[in-house]
């Protein structure tokens, strides 16, 4: 028996994620937040991007309010017409708009490089126990990453996913331009 492909693997992770019971989502969503905001990763980092979360996605407001409040500089993904992710900064009264994926972005804002940053907290859609991730598919973080894969040790940003537990699949087979996360917090752990 074949494994499933990571289009099918994406399209049941999806579908669990979806059917969570909005209680439970907002209970997973608070203790996921509360475990990253308790580990060292968000202590002892300084500069962090984060996405802004949809519907379905890990909530991700504590984290955003409890940098604020940490005097800490705190970063949002834009996707631009060229497929490329850009980092701009994201202060309490920072207009966002839709783009052209539906995601919240900020308008404007200082940009950083990728490689500037700390910790990048990223969005999923199923991870295994290796830290593959599977995204939406259109290879935005695996592009923007990319020197992370290159021999020389990087020791920043740190790749973490936020994730319920419910996305957690057996086996993701990676594709040679993955990038593996550093980490997943889940409510599971």
Known sequence: MSEPDNASLRIAARKR?????????????????RR??????FFSGERFACYVAMPEEVDTSLIFDRAWRAGKSIFAPVTDRHRQLRFVRIERNTPLRQSRFGLWEPVSGAEAAPDSLDVILTPLVAFDAERHRIGMGGGYYDSCFAFLKRPRKWLRPKLVGLAFDCQKVEKITPNPWDIRLYRVISEAG
Not at 20 to 28: G, V
Not at 36 to 41: A, E, G, K
């Open 17 to 33: 994620r979806r059917v969570l019971d909005e209680d439970d989502r907002l209970r997973a969503a608070r203790r996921i937040q």
């Open 36 to 41: 990253f905001l308790q580990s060292n990763l």
